[in-house]
Each structure stands twice: as structure tokens, then as C-alpha cells.
């Protein structure tokens, strides 16, 4: 069936230096894509979207790339800080409003001070 | 900044005994949703619902869950029976038309 996976499972950077956290998937028709950040015991917190109809978005410290070729993106965190440390997941929303999201395995970034 | 809501935070409960699981979606949103979390998986879809009908239900969204809508505000999980294996992390999430789902913190569900 079709999946959203993660390459690591794991990621370990030192604070300040820059994280990218990648992320493939298997559904060639996917439009829209989600990156969440879950700390221990909390839900799993939005962070940033893209459409198939860009490559690139940026917010603030997180840019995030669409490759549609390969079927990849990445999620990019400026200047690592202890706070960013958590689970990331990407998630692939329902084609449909009220369908469900297909979660990735999840890349736990850990950042050493 | 508004979010969804859930509770308790921890439910413990023994096998073979009915449990409810309590979310405040975000009060303009429409959609409406359960997932679960085993420890160290992923996240798992369980049921979507809009318009007071359910949309969608995965295969672990056996008989024994059941979802209701029973105000204009809150939103629950039903488990009937509950199994050993049924413990997990519970997170409720919604979302408006267009825009990305939004989850609560969950509930930590454990059975005895």
C-alpha cells in the first residue's frame, strides 16, 4: 500500500549546527504534505505544510524541500537549539478533509548542548 | 492561540471494562478524529468523522470503539471492552476545511 517513511531513526547534532531530518513516500499523486514535532508526552505538533505545487518553504529556523521526482522531502532546522530536540514526523493528509493522515516512522533528533 | 483539549491526561483501567475518552476539538473545525500511539510506533489512524457520521475507519477501529459527537463541543472514544492490548496513547486531533489537523496532548490509556 502507500506509505510516508523516514530514512533515520535517529539524528544527534550539536546545538547551533544545522539539522535536515528527510522523509520519502511512495504515493506519486500525494499533493500535500505535513512535518509535525512530537516532545515526550505531548501530541504531535504541527510545524510547517507544502503543497505539490512548490519545492521549497520556509518558516521561521524550518525550511522544508519537495522533491516530486524522487519523491522526497526534508525538513531543515537552522541553528539547532536544545528545544528542537523530538520526535519528527512527516504526514501525508487525506486526499479527502475527513480521511486520515498517514504518519512516518518518525526521526528522533537529539541535540547536544 | 486556540487547541484541542483531551481528557483525562492518564486513564487506568481493567480488562474487560468500558472506557471513554473525552476531546474538546477546536471550535470552529469541522473534521474531527482519533489516533493511537503504541509506545515507540507510530502514529496510528483509527477513526475520521464529519457531519455526525464517521468517514473513515481503519481495521483497528474494530466493534468494540464507537465515537460520538454528543454536544457542540465535545468529541469521545468508546471502548467497550478494553484488552491488554488496546494500551496506547490516545490523541485526538481536528481540523477546518483546508487546513493541516491539529492534536491534543492525548491520553495515556493503560489496562490492567
Known amino acids: 500500500g502507500e506509505s510516508v517513511g523516514l530514512h533515520l531513526p535517529t539524528l544527534s547534532v550539536q546545538e547551533g549546527d544545522n539539522s535536515i531530518i528527510n522523509c520519502a513516500y511512495s504515493n506519486s499523486a500525494s499533493d500535500y504534505f505535513i512535518w509535525y514535532k512530537q516532545e515526550s508526552g505531548k501530541g504531535p505538533q504541527f510545524i510547517i505544510d507544502?503543497?505539490?505545487?512548490?519545492d521549497k518553504r520556509q518558516g521561521q529556523r524550518v525550511t522544508v524541500l519537495l522533491n516530486k521526482t524522487v519523491k522526497h522531502l526534508s525538513l531543515q532546522i537552522a541553528a539547532t537549539q536544545p528545544g528542537d530536540s523530538a520526535v519528527y514526523f512527516c504526514?501525508?493528509?487525506?486526499?479527502?478533509?475527513?480521511?486520515?493522515?498517514?504518519f512516518g516512522d518518525g526521526t528522533t533528533l537529539t541535540v547536544k548542548p | 492561540e486556540p487547541e484541542v483539549t483531551q481528557t483525562p491526561s492518564h486513564q487506568v483501567t481493567q480488562m474487560g471494562q468500558e472506557v471513554i475518552l473525552r476531546c474538546v476539538p477546536i471550535s470552529n473545525h469541522l473534521y474531527f478524529y482519533w489516533y493511537r500511539q503504541i509506545l515507540g510506533q507510530k502514529v496510528e489512524f483509527l477513526v475520521s468523522f464529519y457531519n455526525n457520521e464517521i468517514s473513515e475507519k481503519s481495521e483497528i477501529f474494530d466493534d468494540q470503539f464507537s465515537v460520538e459527537r454528543p454536544d457542540g463541543s465535545n468529541f469521545t472514544l468508546k471502548i467497550r471492552s478494553t484488552k491488554l492490548e488496546d494500551s496506547a496513547m490516545y490523541f485526538c486531533?481536528?481540523?477546518?476545511?483546508?487546513?493541516?489537523?491539529?492534536f491534543g496532548d492525548g491520553t495515556r490509556l493503560s489496562i490492567l
Open positions: 486531533a481536528s481540523n477546518d476545511r483546508s487546513g493541516p489537523q491539529h
Open positions: 507544502i503543497r505539490s505545487n512548490m
Open positions: 504526514a501525508e493528509p487525506p486526499n479527502t478533509n475527513a480521511g486520515k493522515s498517514t
